[in-house]
Each structure stands twice: as structure tokens, then as C-alpha cells.
T-cell receptor, first 111, second 115 residues
Framework: DVKVTQSSRYLVKRTGEKVFLECVQD?????MFWYRQDPGLGLRLIYF???????EKGDIPEGYSVSREKKERFSLILESASTNQTSMYLC??????????FGNGTRLTVT | AQTVTQSQPEMSVQEAETVTLSCTYD???????LFWYKQPPSRQMILVIR??????QNATENRFSVNFQKAAKSFSLKISDSQLGDTAMYFC????????????FGKGTKLTVNP
């Protein structure tokens, strides 16, 4: 089975802090994604990557950046966390033209 | 841009009964995939069922089946013999074939199965 591991299940940070959310997959998938999930809004794509060192903006990239230095790892970075970034963050990976496999999510609270 | 609409924010069903969750989408693409994902309280997103747009036959996975109407751009999920473990958020999602493989999600339907 594919395993997508997000480093933290819960995270509490202060406004203005730099925050790193880490995601690792173990199935050599080319594609990796970061989504944000908010009640009533569903899942919205922040960034995705289809190869090492490649990245593309999703629908809501403002306030976020990403890093993919190795194929198995995709990091989401909040340069200066704000309270409106309090949310559930979901990482996913996939092969080409295949369903996404998701991690367990990181619930981030920014105070 | 593609959009996915789930018109039922919440639904409930009695155990052992059948329930249908609605999903419509908007796209100008001809080749694409449609998915239903389940998210139980544990938060793990689980793939329930997948449909390729070029296939006329509706996908089925055990108690889960879809009614795919390509012309109407409709993709409903039917759950038969509902079980307590089916209680979850259900998301409908669209993926363009041959593109960047990103999923576009609907806002979800919260399904509660009552004993």
C-alpha cells in the first residue's frame, strides 16, 4: 500500500512564525500536492509538483511556498504565518493519470 | 476552469438502507476522470470509486456504485445496505486526463448513518 506521511498531526504556531509542513511518500510517485481543507469550502489546491524541483501554483498559493528537493518529499512553507492560515492541510501523491493517495492531514492553528 | 458542485451539504440514512449522493461538474474537456473520496472522522481520505469518462459502463465497487451521465455532467454515488462505518464526508472530484493530474473537489456531503 502507498503510504503518505505528514510529519505532524497537530501543530500550533504563533503569528509571524515560519512554518514547515513536511510530507513524504514511499511509492516513487511523480506527482505531489498540497491541499487546504476548510469547512464548507472543500479541498483547495495550494501547490503541486510533477517532478523534483518542479512546482506549479494551484488555486490559492498566496502566503505559501513549496520545496521539492527529493522525489519522495514535498514541503509546504508558510513564510510568515497568519491567523487566516489556520486550517487542515492535506498532502497527496500520485502516478500519472492515477488517483491521489492522501496523508492523514495536519491541523494547523495559528494564534 | 473545471468546477464540481455537491448540492447536499448534509444527508442522513438509516442503517441497511440505500442513499444517493449528488454531484455535477462543469468542463469543456472530453477526456477526464471522476472520483468519489470518503473522509471519515479519522481524517484519512480514502478513494471509494473511480470512473473514466470514455467508459459508458457505470463503475461499481461492492456496495458503492455510480450513475454517470456524461451529457448531463452528473456523477452520483449510490451506497447500498448502508453501514455505520459509512458515516463520513464524501467528496466528488474531477481530474482532466493528460494534464497535470490535479484534482478539483466539490465542497463535500456529510453523510450520517443512523442505527
Amino acid at each position: 500500500d502507498v503510504k503518505v506521511t505528514q510529519s505532524s498531526r497537530y501543530l500550533v504556531k504563533r503569528t509571524g512564525e515560519k512554518v514547515f509542513l513536511e510530507c513524504v511518500q514511499d511509492m516513487d510517485h511523480e506527482n505531489m500536492f498540497w491541499y487546504r481543507q476548510d469547512p464548507g469550502l472543500g479541498l483547495r489546491l495550494i501547490y503541486f509538483s510533477y517532478d523534483v524541483k518542479m512546482k506549479e501554483k494551484g488555486d490559492i498559493p498566496e502566503g505559501y511556498s513549496v520545496s521539492r528537493e527529493k522525489k519522495e518529499r514535498f514541503s509546504l512553507i508558510l513564510e510568515s504565518a497568519s491567523t487566516n492560515q489556520t486550517s487542515m492541510y492535506l498532502c497527496a501523491s500520485s502516478l500519472k493519470n492515477s488517483p491521489l493517495h492522501f496523508g492523514n492531514g495536519t491541523r494547523l492553528t495559528v494564534t | 476552469a473545471q468546477t464540481v458542485t455537491q448540492s447536499q451539504p448534509e444527508m442522513s440514512v438509516q442503517e441497511a438502507e440505500t442513499v444517493t449522493l449528488s454531484c455535477t461538474y462543469d468542463t469543456s474537456e472530453n477526456n477526464y476522470y471522476l472520483f468519489w473520496y470518503k473522509q471519515p472522522p479519522s481524517r484519512q481520505m480514502i478513494l471509494v470509486i473511480r470512473q473514466e469518462a470514455y467508459k459508458q459502463q457505470n463503475a461499481t465497487e461492492n456496495r458503492f456504485s455510480v450513475n454517470f451521465q456524461k451529457a448531463a455532467k452528473s456523477f452520483s454515488l449510490k451506497i447500498s445496505d448502508s453501514q455505520l462505518g459509512d458515516t463520513a464526508m464524501y467528496f466528488c472530484a474531477f481530474m482532466k486526463q493528460g494534464g497535470s493530474e490535479k484534482l478539483v473537489f466539490g465542497k463535500g456531503t456529510k453523510l450520517t448513518v443512523n442505527p
